[in-house]
């Protein structure tokens, strides 16, 4: 069956020149052009975690291994897929920023194919455009990187549109091409790749559950060869094939005990970090600041849940509208178990809402379309007024977050950074990290903590940052003088608090984390870094590098040589000896 006979049944899907392939060419090709627009000239800039991906990724291409050797608290598929990049096309921030645009136009290819299997060609389209633009109008810092959310978007959403596939019966399909029990393995296995990007796929598996409980309440389950709970048993099955491959990979590589207790134990105690009732107060807050800024968005969604619960008062009058419900219910089902996966831990970061970005880019298709084909004369008020909202909301969101676009294409025109750009606060962090980066570079900081040569400063090249800016590794060259990137493990406060001062909490013992600084202190000495650069000190005294006794007896071989912004920059007095040692020039 082909996209275009998916949903005969639907008014919005009329025999009209949207389905040229053509024409839907040719509006792929502008989406390529808007998607290369909106995030192209944020690539000279480093945003919340890259500089991890970014250090984490080197550092596999140098040789460690992931978790054994390098300390990652997420599932390793997002490394890999930055390493990759950077073997094929060098490490840099331009390589990762056009791999997104390639990567969001097939995320909105893949909403397409749902869109249009849903609700016709037209609203397949519009979902397609609605994800393009909206993917990028929040938190800057936090949609414009390629993070695991992001990463997350597109095995995730091909896992549910398999597993509404599944049930293909349920939706007036019939035999749809795609038989059921193979549907649902599909779609788990890929929830089990989009689970080693980001555990919260896994909520695909609640979605598929639900969706086979509706299914039944409906007395649809007699249509299908095989029953509800076959179809999860199947889908589970998928999930393991799924991860198999990467527990097998870990496994060779023996990291598969520090992957368990880095990712799900260590992620299992960030989650729980905050009691429920300041996850329920960041999720009114921040929810609500998604959709004040995104409100086209919170219209459709309004739309399509207004048309499901009128629709039973027309059934009797059209039966066909019974077929068209299950549709709807479908979506706003995963739209709210998507909102579950987005709520774990109580954060609710920006980067997070790319898991609501499949289910609201597919409602608002359907609801835009549905209220574009009301049957209302074009020149009169109502429809005028109607165009004029949509439009009105629209420009609202794209204006409220891509003045800062058309501001950094001006910078890069005129080759000259405006004021605006440089108070803006990513541009500040990233300028800040590079001043600390070109500090520990500079011959004179050299010269004076070291004495060392060029070339024999670029075989002494390590550094280790205490705190979580491994952006620094990235902007200075240094290379990281331990497998901890990021403090988390060394003082047990996850690194979205530990800047707050005495407000907080450690999530792990200090006995636990005494263990790792032992680990911590004989890598250094080992290594012996020219620099260690103390970030966290100076947002909060009681974690600073100096107080933990672990590493007392190797800071007496270093010490300050200045501070650059909010880093305390400290440097091993006995540099040039060191070096002549290790080379055995002495």
């Not at 959310?149 to 597109?154: E, S, T």
């Not at 379309?369 to 420009?395: E, N, Q």
């Not at 990233?430 to 570079?441: L, P, Q, R, V, W």
Request: aromatic share 14%; proline share 4%.
């Amino acid at each position: 069956m082909t996209v275009s006979q998916a949903r005969p049944n639907l008014e919005t899907d009329k025999p009209i020149v949207w389905r040229d392939r053509l024409l839907v060419a040719k509006v792929f090709a502008a989406l390529a052009v808007v998607t290369l627009l909106l995030r192209i000239f944020y690539s000279t800039h480093l945003y919340q975690d890259d500089g991890l991906w970014f250090t984490t990724a080197q550092e596999m291409l140098r040789g460690k291994a992931l978790y054994r050797e390098i300390y990652f608290d997420k599932p390793p598929l997002l490394p890999l897929m930055y390493a990759g990049l950077f073997r094929l096309f060098g490490a840099h921030i331009l390589t990762i920023r056009l791999f997104t645009v390639f990567y969001s136009l097939g995320i909105a290819a893949l909403l397409y194919r749902f869109g249009a299997w849903l609700y016709g060609e037209r609203a397949g389209l519009t979902s397609a455009a609605v994800f393009t633009v909206f993917s990028t109008t929040f938190t800057t810092g936090h949609v414009q990187g390629l993070n695991t959310d992001f990463l997350m978007v597109l095995p995730y959403t091909a896992a549910a549109f398999l597993f509404v596939r599944a049930r293909g019966d349920f939706f007036g399909a019939g035999a749809d091409g795609i038989r059921g029990p193979w549907a649902a393995l599909a779609g788990g296995v890929l929830t089990g790749i989009g689970a080693q990007i980001n555990p919260k796929a896994l909520v695909n598996l609640i979605f598929l559950a639900l969706l086979l409980f509706v299914a039944r309440k409906f007395n649809h389950e007699g249509k299908s060869k095989a029953g509800g709970w076959t179809l999860l048993a199947i889908a589970f099955t998928g999930v393991a094939a799924g991860t198999a491959p990467f527990l097998l990979w870990l496994s060779a590589s023996s990291s598969l005990a520090n992957y368990w207790t880095y990712v799900w134990i260590w992620g299992g105690r960030y989650a729980a970090y905050y009691p429920a009732a300041d996850a329920v107060r960041n999720a009114i807050s921040q929810t609500g600041y998604y959709f004040l800024v995104n409100p086209l968005l919170l219209l459709c969604v309004l739309i399509v849940a207004r048309d499901l619960l009128i629709r039973k008062h027309r059934i009797a009058e059209n039966p066909q509208e019974q077929s068209r419900g299950p549709l709807d219910v479908a979506i706003l089902l995963w739209l709210v178990v998507s909102y579950v996966g987005l709520a774990i831990g109580g954060r609710f970061f920006g980067h997070y809402f790319f898991q609501l970005m499949p289910a609201l880019s597919l409602l608002a298709g359907r609801a835009l379309v549905k209220t574009m084909s009301w049957g209302l004369p074009v020149k009169t008020a109502p429809r005028r007024a109607m165009f004029a909202a949509i439009a009105a909301l629209f420009l609202f969101s794209v204006v409220r977050f891509h003045v800062r676009t058309v501001t950094l294409a001006a910078d890069l025109v005129r080759g000259k950074k405006s004021l605006a750009t440089a108070e803006w606060f990513h541009d500040r962090l990233n300028e800040e990290e590079k001043s600390c980066a070109s500090f520990i570079n500079q011959p004179a900081a050299d010269n004076e903590s070291s004495g060392l040569s060029d070339s024999e400063a670029e075989e002494d090249n390590y550094l280790f940052v205490w705190g979580y800016r491994p952006e620094i590794y990235f902007w200075s060259g240094f290379r990281p003088a331990s497998q901890f990137l990021s403090s988390q493990p060394l003082t047990g406060v996850p690194a979205d608090v530990h800047y707050s001062g005495g407000n907080y909490k450690p999530v792990l013992t200090d006995a636990q984390t005494a263990t790792d600084r032992v680990v911590l202190a004989a890598e250094l000495d080992r290594v012996r870094p020219r620099f260690i650069v103390d970030e966290l000190g100076f947002f909060n005294s009681a974690l600073a590098i100096e107080n933990y006794p672990e590493l007392e007896q190797l800071l007496t071989a270093y010490r300050p040589i200045g501070s650059v912004g909010r880093f305390l920059v400290l440097a091993r007095k006995d540099t040039r000896r060191h070096y002549r040692k290790r080379h055995g020039l002495e």
